[in-house]
Structure formats: structure tokens, C-alpha cells
């Protein structure tokens, strides 16, 4: 089993930033897909980025395209989330999760952090 644990989050200004961290526990990291979704009070879990294994592909939702930069590091077994110009609206629970191919449906991730908050205040 993959083991993930978030870090990063916290409470920040709107136009703020954060970056966010995911740490994996094997050496097989670098085979995996990995993506960001994130879950507000009252809200399903949403879809946020995603990238290959390699890094060579990603892929974001439409409300942060252009804000948010995902990456890896896979000598660190590391996936970041770069979260620039952050509105209110971004204000989440954000987990990491793992999969075999890269996707925007949380289904097909097979392994999950914990999460960490992102509070963005007005």
C-alpha cells in the first residue's frame, strides 16, 4: 500500500499563496498517477489537478486553470500544489490520492492522504 500524508495548509488572505505537499511512503512512487481533489463543508469531493507519473502530462479544473500548478519530484516521492491568487471559494479540506493512470474522477485513485485544510479568508 501507498502511504500519503498532506502538508501545507493553513489560513491564508485571498490573493495569498500556499503550496501544498505530499509525501508518499515507497520507492515505487514515481509509477503512480497523482492527483489533488479537495472537499468543502457540504460539498462532494471535487477534482482539482492531476499529473502522470512522469510529470509530462497534467491536467487541472476549469476554477483553478491558471492558478494552481501541480508537480512532482519523484527523486522525494514528493507531489506539490502550488495554489496562487486564492479566492475564499478555494477554502477545502485538499487530499493527495495515487492511481495507475492519471484522471480527473476520484474512483480511479486507489490510495488516499489524510488531508489538510486551506482556509482562505476575505
Known amino acids: 500500500q501507498v502511504q500519503l500524508v498532506e502538508s501545507g495548509g493553513g489560513l491564508v488572505q485571498a490573493g495569498g499563496s500556499l503550496r501544498l505537499s505530499c509525501a508518499a511512503s515507497e520507492r515505487t512512487f514515481s509509477s503512480y498517477a497523482m492527483g489533488w481533489f479537495r472537499q468543502a463543508p457540504g460539498k462532494e469531493r471535487e477534482f482539482v489537478a492531476a499529473i502522470s507519473w512522469s510529470g509530462g502530462s497534467t491536467y487541472y479544473a476549469d476554477s483553478v486553470k491558471g492558478r494552481f500548478t501541480i508537480s512532482r519530484d519523484n527523486a522525494k516521492n514528493t507531489v506539490y500544489l502550488q495554489m496562487n491568487t486564492l479566492k475564499p471559494e478555494d477554502t477545502a479540506v485538499y487530499y493527495c490520492?495515487?492511481?495507475?493512470?492519471?484522471?480527473?474522477?476520484?474512483?480511479?485513485?486507489?490510495?488516499w492522504g489524510q488531508g489538510t485544510q486551506v482556509t482562505v479568508s476575505s
Open positions: 490520492a495515487a492511481g495507475r493512470i492519471v484522471a480527473r474522477s476520484a474512483a480511479l485513485y486507489a490510495y
